[in-house]
């Protein structure tokens, strides 16, 4: 499918090259979508560039290219404003036509990614043995979301989670599996006796050296294979993955692996000798080191990649995973979607990557913080982190309340499923209509508002699109043509024609939360077309036409916030 940006570049290039025959090197037309809706449908400010580079006046050259173009089966002849700004405004006909196809074609007017590119995205990778926090709902989130987007889009896409199994906090946690563990309380809820214990060692450690190295020793052995250490990091790995299992499908999220941290044990080894041998690390302080000397940001900034008491960190790790991303699966790009604070990390590790010359494409989709009212980095009351799952439960139950207050007479069932869409749906969307580095304060009042650019709003909107049909009560057939006469027409069908152009969009820069503005502007579109042009009450084509917008707008809407993890309902 071709988006009417492209079509009016080529004919716009086509125009000014047939004034100068050749457009000077590196110059691109450029098309983008109006600011206003006075200056007609898309806009382009290469009539001004071009001129300042040719020395010409730019209104003159703008309309000299306006002269010269053919625009016919495109749009109308091209307004020229202010200092040269070329504005164009699509046919009737060829909007008409242009609705039709999206309608009838399955991705909505999503131009498939080419060439389409396997890429991994490791997210949200929790640490395990700790329950995750709200910071976790930004990586968890947002790498959904992208890993949606990039599937819609044609993409061979693999979700990974790089689960931090194999940390040092096994070392207090098996010390104090050994002398304080509950095993009812473990049955009952293993993370929360898992935090419990993981902090009463934490403590003890703080006040006494010796429970302190007692903990480095069972990590020590655990590292060394000792079986009983072996067999307790196991079962809490196994008992903490159930845990989180059960919360990222309550949220709709699946991951095609869960290759933690532990996975790669065995191949540390191996890659730093590898490296050694290579003369790509070498020896400093004990510790075996990468430098970077030739990157000014990186100068001083040397990566660890085995200690000098012998361990291995993080970094080997993820070195020995990007391995195994290239060798098994082939990777093409590899997304990380981890908070702005390990850049340094990532811009290690990518330029070890580029030195061991593998041939993969990676970037650190960094965001930033959730605060809470008080602008800080939000926690509880005695100062903890704020629980991942206690958000999500507590969202449910506002929303919960508010489906009790606004539609009474649902059945139980309903309610339930109303409040899980809407109480899971506005957390993701307050995170995903924010630009990704953005700190923001969570805020319930405003999540949840029917108001406003909110997930309630667009669910309502989609719940209003269904509603229409339920009311006709008759199977539709959608019509072959269709005829937008008035201006709340046009203005929809516009819009539902921008969910081509922007889709492929939100994976530069990876801004998902532009989707999110584009769904608000929809679902406004939506309501102002509403409200002018009546649906049930109108007839024949125009009747027909309508029906169709409002079946389209649907559909967006329904792909739209599926592309952001967010479920729709049929009512409210
Ligand atoms: N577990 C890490 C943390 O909690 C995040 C891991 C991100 N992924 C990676 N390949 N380093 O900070």
Not at 118 to 143: C, L
Not at 205 to 226: P, T
Not at 346 to 370: L, N, Y
Not at 492 to 498: D, I, V
Request: glycine content about 6%; overall charge negative; hydrophobic content about 40%.
């Amino acid at each position: 499918m071709t988006l009417f940006p492209q079509l009016l570049q080529a004919r716009l290039t086509e125009a000014l090259t047939s004034l100068d025959a050749e457009l000077p090197e590196g110059f691109r037309v450029d098309v983008s979508q109006s600011t206003d809706a006075r200056f007609g449908d898309y806009q382009s400010n290469s009539a001004m560039v071009l001129a300042k580079r040719l020395k010409k006046n730019p209104r003159e050259l703008a309309q000299a290219a306006v002269d010269a173009g053919t625009w016919g089966g495109l749009c109308e002849p091209p307004e020229i404003a202010g200092p040269g700004f070329i504005n164009f405004t699509i046919s009737p006909k060829v909007l008409e036509g242009h609705t039709l196809s999206i309608f009838r074609d399955a991705h909505l007017g999503v131009p498939q990614a080419d060439p389409a590119e396997t890429v991994v995205i490791d997210f949200s990778a929790p640490n395990v043995a700790k329950p995750m926090h709200i910071g976790h709902i930004r990586s968890t989130f947002i790498g959904d979301a992208l890993s949606r987007i990039a599937r819609f889009l044609g993409h061979r896409v693999i979700t990974d989670n790089h689960i931090g199994d194999w940390g040092t906090q096994f070392g207090m946690i098996i010390y104090g599996w050994k002398k304080h563990l509950n095993k009812a309380a473990l049955q009952e809820d293993a993370i929360r006796e898992l935090l419990r214990i993981y902090r009463e060692v934490n403590s003890e450690a703080k006040a006494d050296e010796a429970i302190l190295q007692a903990c480095r020793d069972e990590l020590v052995n655990l590292q060394q294979g000792d079986p009983t250490n072996h067999a307790i990091w196991k079962e809490t790995v196994e008992l903490s993955l159930e845990q989180l299992r059960g919360v990222y499908d309550w949220l709709g999220i699946s991951f095609d692996h869960y290759l933690g941290e532990s996975f790669y044990n065995d191949q540390l080894g191996p890659l730093v000798d590898d490296l050694l041998e290579k003369g790509l690390a070498e020896e400093s302080d004990g510790a075996i080191c990468m430098f970077f000397r030739d990157i000014p940001a990186l100068e001083e900034k040397p990566a660890i990649i085995r200690k000098s008491d012998g361990g291995y960190n993080y970094a080997t790790t993820d070195l020995a995973t990007i391995d195994h991303r290239v060798a098994t699966w082939k990777a093409d790009q590899i997304w990380y979607v981890v908070g702005a604070p390990q850049q340094l990390h990532f811009q290690q590790i990518f330029e070890a990557t580029k030195r061991r010359g593998h041939d993969v494409r990676m970037t650190h989709v960094a965001h930033g913080s959730i605060l809470g009212k008080d602008r800080k980095l939000m926690k509880t009351r005695s100062g903890d982190n704020v629980q991942l799952l206690d958000v999500l439960q507590e969202a449910v139950e506002r929303a919960r309340k508010i489906i009790e207050e606004k539609n009474p007479t649902l059945s139980e069932d309903e309610k339930r499923d109303i409040a899980e869409a809407i109480g899971l749906g506005a957390v993701k969307y307050a995170e995903l209509s924010q630009h990704r580095m953005t700190d923001y304060i969570f805020s319930w009042d405003k999540m949840l508002s029917f108001q406003g650019n909110t997930a309630p709003y667009l669910i309502n909107a989609y719940v209003r699109t269904r509603s229409i049909f339920r009311k006709l009560g008759e199977e539709v057939s959608f019509p072959d043509t269709i005829t937008l006469e008035e201006d709340g027409e046009r203005t929809l069908a516009m819009k539902l024609s921008q969910f081509g152009e922007i889709v492929p969009d939100l994976l530069n820069d990876f801004r998902p939360n532009l989707l999110a503005n584009y769904l608000y502007e929809l679902a406004q579109s939506f309501h102002s077309f509403w409200e002018k042009c009546p649906v049930l009450k109108s007839e024949g084509a125009t009747r027909a036409s309508r029906l169709l917008l409002c079946e389209l707008t649907s559909r967006v809407l329904k792909q739209g916030l599926d592309l952001l993890g967010i479920r729709v309902t049929e009512r409210m």
